[in-house]
């Protein structure tokens, strides 16, 4: 089962240089958790939404990439249609959740796209050839590693606590979070054992420059992404 | 530094830094309710205290603290936070550094009170209420949330909340160490494995 960086990249259509994705990381976080929602900005919100989707579609994630455009058009239509024609509390909830999710979701998923198509080996020559220092390309390399395995343990857990029919009846918050995080934990410090014994295993530890194998180049459709990406920044910071 | 900086020290920094910001970016979902964002420097460090406990009980070398405060920041700053967070987390991560020193990495009190001074970063996330940034950050939510939950907005922050805020990191930060001391007792120390 692949987690988190895979290890092979080589499906799909358009294969992007790590560095592009980053560009258009930032760019959509930026405009879309900013941005505002008439005129230029709004033309601008809707092309950062739809990266993702195309680029989830590149990499033959279809049904990600569909689940994602459902919540998104929901969420539009909410704040579109809905909301303007109810009040009170229910408006504020609404609103707050749909603004929540047309504001983080696109960059929740560029992130997830970001993760999902990068190798390791990938990340770490591309943030090489950036000249990032090794001790923030390390813990960035292990945290995109790990997120993954979090979500999957704290859903271990959750089934775990169900069959002993643990999970509703604990009516405590802090009782609640004890049994969640304490196994977490647990499994944390395993699991930095076990990698840091891996990385003794493969001379990661050794020093000297680290070599790579597989091709990092960033070719044309990269620098037309990124200029597009660096376009949107700055038009979005000129209107 | 006593002695040079491992690999091993690194992946110890990765794995922790993302749990820690697992932890913390499932508290700050509820900080978009009015009110709990204002009390999201109170509440956010006690849930967070108890894993960067177990951090601290694992961190052996100066240098550590300041590099996980300094991936935070990245992270906040890609996820849609204004520049201010840099000086924000790198300057608690320092503070929580000379702190950890002071116990040489091993005193349980000097924890707990780097757990208090850590959380100071999350004033970071909120700096956009205040000062300088108030008016324009505000005038871009009007679009997207609505004049009504930016008036709440506005209500809940006057310039005083900032200070309080202050106060209410510290406190947090405390509450947290000491409850995230207490699991460790109850669960780790037994285990032989912080």
Same mark, same amino acid.
């Given at each position: 089962?692949?987690?988190?960086?895979?290890?092979?990249?080589?499906?799909?259509? =358009?294969? !992007?240089?790590? /560095?592009?994705?980053?560009?258009? #990381? %930032?760019? &959509?976080? +930026?405009?879309?958790?900013?941005?505002?929602?008439?005129?230029?900005?709004?033309?601008?919100?809707?092309?950062?939404?739809?990266?993702?989707?195309? =680029?989830? !579609?590149?990499? /033959?994630?279809?049904?990600?990439? #569909? %689940?994602? &455009?459902? +919540?998104?058009?929901?969420?539009?239509?909410?704040?579109?249609?809905?909301?303007?024609?109810?009040?009170?509390?229910?408006?504020?909830?609404?609103?707050?959740?749909?603004?929540?999710?047309?504001?983080?979701?696109?960059?929740?998923?560029?992130?997830?796209?970001?993760?999902?198509?990068?190798?390791?080996?990938?990340?770490?020559?591309?943030?090489?050839?950036?000249?990032?220092?090794?001790?923030?390309?390390?813990?960035?390399?292990?945290?995109?590693?790990?997120?993954?395995?979090?979500?999957?343990?704290?859903?271990?857990?959750?089934?775990?606590?169900?069959?002993?029919?643990?999970?509703?009846?604990?009516?405590?918050?802090?009782?609640?979070?004890?049994?969640?995080?304490?196994?977490?934990?647990?499994?944390?410090?395993?699991?930095?054992?076990?990698?840091?014994?891996?990385?003794?295993?493969?001379?990661?530890?050794?020093?000297?420059?680290?070599?790579?194998?597989?091709?990092?180049?960033?070719?044309?459709?990269?620098?037309?992404?990124?200029?597009?990406?660096?376009?949107?920044?700055?038009?979005?910071?000129?209107? | 530094?006593?002695?040079?900086?491992?690999?091993?020290?690194?992946?110890?920094?990765?794995?922790?830094?993302?749990?820690?910001?697992?932890?913390?970016?499932?508290?700050?979902?509820?900080?978009?309710?009015?009110?709990?964002?204002?009390?999201?420097?109170?509440?956010?460090?006690?849930?967070?205290?108890?894993?960067?406990?177990?951090?601290?009980?694992?961190?052996?070398?100066?240098?550590?603290?300041?590099?996980?405060?300094?991936?935070?920041?990245?992270?906040?700053?890609?996820?849609?936070?204004?520049?201010?967070?840099?000086?924000?987390?790198?300057?608690?991560?320092?503070?929580?550094?000379?702190?950890?020193?002071?116990?040489?990495?091993?005193?349980?009190?000097?924890?707990?009170?780097?757990?208090?001074?850590?959380?100071?970063?999350?004033?970071?996330?909120?700096?956009?209420?205040?000062?300088?940034?108030?008016?324009?950050?505000?005038?871009?939510?009007?679009?997207?949330?609505?004049?009504?939950?930016?008036?709440?907005?506005?209500?809940?922050?006057?310039?005083?909340?900032?200070?309080?805020?202050?106060?209410?990191?510290?406190?947090?930060?405390?509450?947290?160490?000491?409850?995230?001391?207490?699991?460790?007792?109850?669960?780790?120390?037994?285990?032989?494995?912080?």
């Amino acid at each position: 089962m692949e987690l988190g960086l895979s290890s092979t990249s080589d499906k799909g259509i =358009l294969k !992007l240089d790590p /560095r592009t994705k980053l560009c258009l #990381l %930032i760019a &959509i976080s +930026i405009i879309m958790v900013g941005g505002k929602t008439v005129g230029v900005e709004y033309v601008l919100r809707v092309i950062c939404a739809a990266i993702p989707f195309v =680029l989830l !579609l590149t990499v /033959r994630h279809v049904k990600s990439a #569909l %689940i994602y &455009i459902i +919540i998104l058009g929901i969420s539009v239509f909410c704040e579109g249609s809905v909301i303007p024609n109810i009040s009170g509390a229910p408006n504020l909830i609404l609103m707050i959740i749909c603004g929540i999710i047309s504001r983080f979701v696109p960059g929740y998923m560029m992130g997830w796209y970001t993760v999902r198509s990068t190798s390791v080996s990938e990340f770490m020559t591309a943030m090489d050839k950036m000249h990032i220092p090794y001790f923030i390309t390390i813990p960035f390399s292990v945290m995109f590693r790990y997120f993954p395995t979090l979500g999957e343990e704290y859903r271990s857990i959750h089934d775990a606590m169900k069959m002993r029919e643990i999970g509703q009846s604990v009516k405590n918050p802090f009782t609640y979070i004890e049994y969640v995080l304490v196994p977490i934990m647990m499994s944390t410090v395993r699991i930095a054992d076990e990698l840091s014994a891996a990385s003794l295993t493969k001379g990661l530890s050794a020093g000297g420059r680290r070599t790579h194998i597989c091709q990092i180049n960033i070719r044309l459709y990269d620098w037309l992404l990124m200029f597009g990406a660096l376009a949107m920044i700055v038009l979005f910071f000129v209107f | 530094m006593e002695k040079k900086f491992e690999i091993k020290d690194l992946i110890t920094v990765g794995i922790f830094t993302a749990l820690y910001f697992a932890v913390t970016f499932a508290v700050a979902c509820i900080g978009f309710i009015p009110i709990f964002m204002v009390l999201m420097p109170l509440i956010g460090p006690i849930f967070t205290g108890i894993p960067l406990m177990l951090y601290f009980s694992k961190i052996k070398h100066f240098g550590m603290i300041t590099i996980t405060s300094i991936i935070i920041a990245i992270l906040m700053f890609i996820t849609g936070h204004h520049y201010p967070i840099f000086i924000f987390c790198i300057g608690a991560g320092l503070i929580t550094e000379l702190v950890l020193k002071a116990g040489n990495y091993q005193s349980i009190k000097s924890c707990v009170i780097g757990s208090s001074t850590f959380s100071l970063w999350m004033l970071g996330m909120v700096i956009a209420f205040f000062f300088g940034f108030r008016e324009d950050y505000f005038a871009s939510l009007v679009d997207g949330y609505g004049q009504e939950y930016v008036d709440k907005m506005m209500g809940y922050t006057p310039t005083w909340v900032f200070f309080a805020m202050i106060v209410m990191c510290l406190i947090g930060g405390l509450i947290g160490g000491l409850l995230g001391a207490k699991v460790l007792k109850k669960h780790f120390r037994k285990a032989g494995m912080a």
